[in-house]
């Protein structure tokens, strides 16, 4: 997804016919700033605390920035549901991406919680489709990957090419081993390249699938005033790109995001990359997507502590007619690749927004509060 998001082509057409608005530009970087920040001091009150730790939640990786979570706080609990409002079931018909994006934001509590004092104990109920999180006391633990979660991101740019020293790789590689989820780094240059051929292959299909480019375009927000609105989605500036008013976007979308552009993106991409990993579980179903989503987090979380960036480029694992094809090259007898994420050294981007704690608390509080993808935004 990291190519269809991009927008360089079109704010380059947009930017040539002199049609950039003089957008809120401070407003988004005010916002920003208010979101990718910790608590000024630990919370100490109950409620406090548990409203912190799930905004420290909702800062975690989530696909298309859907943010598919609902929170309920009890009593020294926390439980995490689907918020199905915020489903993509054509990139995503089986809710696979849905519950590895509640993977990444329970490692991110449970990160938080250990930094408050809080033992988090994660239990996963199936029939309720729950994730429940008990708290206990414990002494404070502030690790490095808490201290990260202001500073990670998705950097959709192109890296700088660089092999990583060893120490690193091994250290990425055994932060993103969990229960039952192993992490694959592929740091050969040839390797790498045909990793390229299969992500190729996979947006070639999506982007003929008029039901994934609808899908993508509802959750891409093409201006400043339509990312703050809703604090969600794909914002045109978390790509690198300015913000352009939703019906120029729209209009433009077509004739600048093509296949073959971004086969050339991809290539490059991949290239000023040292290395990809690929997340792999021990079995398929929910759980075991959770997990994948904890094991990525952390990688995430430990590769900003080391000013490494990374990127998902999970074509390969979303369109069915490739995974399989994907899974045999990798030599993975059956399993599921789950996901493939790019890492190396680079530029940050502006980062990407969230909705406030209070959308995101309780079913119905998530429905009234959160904007709802296709909900009306200014353009
Ligand atoms: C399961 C999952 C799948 C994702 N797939 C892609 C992808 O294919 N391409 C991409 O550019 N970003 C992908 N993302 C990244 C999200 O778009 C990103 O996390 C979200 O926009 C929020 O931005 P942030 O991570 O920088 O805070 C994925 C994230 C998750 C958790």
Not at 144 to 173: M, N
Not at 188 to 217: H, S, T
Request: proline share 7%; with cysteine.
């Amino acid at each position: 997804m990291t190519c269809r998001r991009d927008f360089l082509r079109l704010s380059a057409v947009a930017a040539a016919g002199g049609m950039l608005p003089g957008c809120g530009g401070s407003e988004f970087e005010t916002a920003a700033a208010e979101t990718w920040r910790h608590a000024s001091s630990p919370p100490t009150e109950a409620v406090a605390l548990a409203r912190e730790l799930v905004r420290c939640a909702t800062l975690a990786a989530n696909s298309h920035n859907t943010q598919p979570w609902h929170f309920s706080i009890g009593a020294e609990t926390i439980t995490v549901r689907p918020d199905l409002s915020r489903r993509t079931p054509v990139v995503d018909p089986d809710d696979h991406h849905l519950w590895v994006s509640l993977g990444c934001a329970v490692e991110n509590l449970a990160l938080a919680a250990a930094a408050y004092g809080r033992r988090a104990e994660l239990s996963f109920d199936e029939r309720a489709a729950a994730i429940g999180i008990a708290l206990a006391p414990m002494a404070p633990v502030r690790s490095p990957l808490f201290a990260a979660i202001p500073q990670r991101q998705c950097t959709r740019a192109e890296y700088d090419g660089q092999r990583l020293p060893a120490v690193e790789l091994g250290a990425l590689a055994s932060t993103a081993s969990g229960p039952g989820v192993r992490a694959l780094l592929i740091t050969d240059r040839a390797r790498i390249d045909q990793v390229a051929e299969y992500v190729i292959e996979g947006n070639n299909a999506q982007f003929v699938d008029p039901a994934f480019m609808r899908e993508l375009k509802q959750w891409i927000r093409f201006s400043d005033a339509e990312a703050l609105a809703l604090r969600d989605g794909l914002s045109s500036r978390a790509s690198g790109n300015p913000s352009l008013p939703r019906w120029l976007g729209e209009l433009i979308f077509p004739w600048v995001v093509t296949a073959a552009a971004e086969k050339d993106k991809i290539a490059r991409q991949l290239r000023s990359s040292p290395g990809v990993a690929v997340f792999v579980a021990a079995a398929e179903g929910p759980v075991h997507w959770i997990e994948v989503g904890r094991a990525y987090q952390r990688f995430a979380l430990l590769a900003a502590s080391l000013g490494i960036r990374n990127a998902f480029l999970n074509q390969p694992v979303e369109v069915a007619s490739v995974r399989p094809k994907f899974a045999q090259w990798l030599g993975l007898g059956g399993l599921r690749p789950d996901l493939v994420v790019r890492f190396g050294r680079g530029p940050l981007l502006p980062p990407s927004l969230r909705r406030p704690v209070d959308a995101v608390l309780g079913g119905a509080a998530s429905l009234r509060a959160g904007n709802r993808a296709g909900a009306s935004a200014p353009a």
